[in-house]
C-alpha cells in the first residue's frame, strides 16, 4: 500500500489577534489538502467556519457534526444542508483555552463537489474538554485556490498557529 507525504505548503503564525486567517494560491499539484490550526481564541461560543475562493453567500455548503463535552456529559449531533460555510467547530466553550482543528479537504483540485473532515478538541481541564467531529460539503466543482478560516463571534489570538499541506 503506497505511503501518503505530506508537503507544508504555507504556514501563518498570528502577531496579534485577527478574526480570520487566508490561504491563497493553491497549487492543484496534490490529491488532498490537510489544515491543521492550534491555538486560543478571545471569546468563549466562539466558532470556526471554513469558506472556498471567496465564496462566502449563497447555499452551496452542507455540514454534519457530532459534539461531545466532559463537562456536561452529553453529545449533540447537527446538520445543515444550505449554508454559506462550513462550521468545523461548534463552539469554543473557554477563552484562552487550547484548541487543535485537523480539517482535511478529500479531491480539492478535481472537477467534483469537495468533501471535508474536521476534528477539533479544546482542553482547558479534563473536566472542561470538548471534542467536535465535522464532515462538510462544497457542491461547487471548481479547483480550490483559496481557503479562510473565520472565528465567528471573536477572534483568533496572537500566536495562533495555521498550517495548509499538500498530501501527494
Sequence with gaps: MPTSTEVALATTVLSASAAKITFSSISGSYTDLRLVLKGTTDAAGNQFELTFNGVTTGTTYSKTHLYGSAATGTAVSGSSSSDSKILLD????????????????????????????????????????????????????????????????????????ATIYGIL
Excluded at 465535522?134 to 473565520?150: C, D, E, M, Y
Design 90 to 161: 461548534q463552539s469554543v466553550q473557554q477563552t484562552s483555552a487550547p484548541f487543535l482543528i485537523t480539517v482535511d479537504i478529500f479531491g480539492y483540485a478535481g472537477s467534483t463537489y469537495k468533501t471535508v473532515l474536521a476534528t477539533a478538541n479544546e482542553a482547558n481541564t479534563v473536566a472542561s474538554s470538548y471534542v467536535n467531529l465535522a464532515t462538510g460539503l462544497w457542491r461547487n466543482t471548481a479547483a480550490i485556490t483559496s481557503l479562510r478560516l473565520n472565528a465567528a463571534g471573536g477572534n483568533f489570538t496572537a500566536g495562533t498557529v
